[in-house]
């Protein structure tokens, strides 16, 4: 119900029309919003709907709409917290207290704003200043009852010279509505409300042409998208200790570990050293296959083990393990990536057999760190 640049701190007591706060229908808050909490109803009363915008208060908005903070509080009974409100919230502001003024309860679709009467006013001289009828300033506003009698403080809805385009409704979790000036465009905003220029043109389809607005057309201005957090990364160096997949040959107990380190290259280092692997005795078809092949037999040697990356998204990296030592179960290798490992990252050591491979050990990085130094 009230237009975003009130939203935004515009004052209400500037003389005509650059006094008025650009404004929207009461239908802005009967729109269940995906994104705050929604009164059922307010009470009898009331000024109108105020949908909360980032840095906003109950304080401020008491402040902003000329009503004690307790008043503000009272007529919102869904905000369990007062000093918990957040974007898209919908607030009930009660009627100002007397003395303070006549106020409308809601203005009409595409009015461009609200103006507050000023000493010295009257209805034919703001129509004027405003480019408007007096019949028209009249007609959108029936809470004044003699229109000439009107007192500081009163408040007017200022109608458009001419009717702009209004969306029939407003999708859910939208901030408000925007009434457009003169100069704007549906970039700037966009821009203005934090939000994309996609994002305001397929809100409001009623705009056919989003390059041709003009003075007076109502905009449904989407909530802005919640801010996308980067994705974890790894604290580097690190260190995952790898664990066995599947029961050990007897007399062996394999284990290993993985680091991973940044290179002054941009590039990534993951380095494996196993304990204890004992190669698992090949068939009799796979002793046969070999020794018939022994330029085979000798790569199938070469390549006992593996080590194994896997990033979600990227293809599998494999690279070999080396016997290091005189101790045919030492094992160890070292493969540079271009990216980033990620926390989902699964790292492991497999067994190369011929027509069948077999991970022995196993580790995740999200489960890798040092101890400090």
Not at 81 to 98: H, K, S, T
Not at 151 to 174: H, K
Not at 210 to 219: A, G
Not at 307 to 319: A, C, R, T, W
Request: charged share 15%; glycine share 8%; proline share 12%.
């Amino acid at each position: 119900m009230y237009n975003q640049k009130q939203n935004r701190g515009t004052s209400s007591s500037a003389r005509p029309c650059g006094g008025m706060t650009a404004g929207s229908s009461s239908r802005t808050a009967q729109v269940l919003t995906a994104s705050g909490r929604v009164p059922a109803s307010c009470p009898p009363g009331f000024q109108g709907r105020y949908t909360v915008v980032a840095g906003d208060t109950m304080f401020t908005i008491a402040q902003r709409f000329g009503v004690s903070l307790q008043a503000l509080i009272n007529a919102n009974p869904h905000i369990s917290n007062p000093n918990l409100i957040f974007p898209g919230d919908v607030i009930c502001v009660p009627g100002a207290p007397p003395g303070a003024g006549r106020v409308p309860a809601s203005c009409p679709a595409g009015f461009q704003g609200r103006y507050t009467v000023q000493p010295g006013d009257t209805m034919f001289a703001i129509a004027q200043q405003c480019g408007i009828s007096l019949q028209a300033l009249i007609n959108a506003n029936p809470h004044i009852t003699d229109p000439n009698q009107i007192f500081p403080c009163d408040v007017l809805c200022v109608p458009c010279p001419q009717p702009g385009r209004v969306p029939a409704s407003c999708p859910p979790g939208f901030q408000g509505q925007y009434t457009v000036q003169a100069g704007d465009s549906m970039f700037t905003i966009a821009q203005r409300f934090g939000v994309s220029l996609q994002a305001l043109i397929n809100a409001n389809p009623h705009i056919a042409d989003p390059n041709q607005i003009f003075p007076c057309d109502v905009l449904c201005v989407p909530c802005p998208p919640f801010p996308v957090l980067p994705p974890p990364q790894l604290n580097l160096p690190c260190c995952a200790v790898m664990e066995a997949t599947s029961e050990p040959m007897p007399g062996s107990a394999p284990k290993g570990v993985a680091l991973v380190q940044s290179l002054p290259t941009n590039w990534y280092r993951i380095a494996i050293m196993a304990l204890g692997l004992q190669a698992k005795l090949l068939s009799e078809d796979e002793i046969a296959e070999a020794e018939a092949e022994a330029a085979e037999a000798e790569a199938l040697w070469q390549k006992k083990f593996k080590g194994v990356v896997m990033i979600p998204g990227k293809k599998e990296i494999s690279f070999p393990l080396f016997n290091c030592q005189k101790d045919p179960s030492v094992w160890s290798g070292a493969v540079d990536l271009n990216s980033r490992p990620t926390p989902d990252t699964k790292i492991a050591v497999v067994q190369v057999r011929k027509g069948k491979d077999e991970i022995l050990l196993k580790a995740s990085l999200g489960r890798c760190g040092c101890a400090p130094v």
